[in-house]
């Protein structure tokens, strides 16, 4: 697939945008270095990732959001791809209780709310960022993990879309390129 790795990080770019832009989410986050909406765009590099990143290294207890995308070439054909999102949440166990003053009548802990919101925003779509997609994204994992040492809890979310014609990511290069 000529030029996948553009359409890879316009669907991050588009995926963090979504994050970075939208105040419940950075409540969710709850940073406790960076507490000014304003100021929400420092949360890549420190509580959102282009990439896994190991929970061991991470020193304070918070919650970090991991994004990867991955483009695996159709089995029927040469000429599509499925794409893929996947969004990893982690938040340290003493990170998991949201506050209840600034999220009243909220049950869930911090990853199953997360998890709503990605849900909310990506389940369904058929635009990403500017490019539209031939087929809906699909919700096809919603995981939850822990991560014992230390202690980290963990939800992975799968996004799918059932094909992608390669036509179309040339298409999308095109505006990348722009």
Known sequence: MANGSKFINAVKDAVIGEIINDDTMFKLIDSPDITSFEDSEKLIGTHIFRFGKNPTVIEKDITFITIQVHTDKSINSWTRIVPQIEI??????????????????????????????????????????????????KLKRNHEYSYTKPDWMMRNMIFEGEEMSIDLCAEMNKHVDE
Not at 93 to 106: A, S
Not at 109 to 132: A, P
């Open 88 to 137: 990893t949440i982690y938040s340290h166990d003493n990170h998991m209780n949201l506050d209840t003053k600034i999220f009243p009548n909220v049950t869930a802990n911090r990853n199953d709310y997360i998890s709503e919101w990605f849900d909310n925003k990506l389940n369904g779509v058929t635009k990403i960022g500017s490019f539209n997609l031939t087929s809906k994204l």
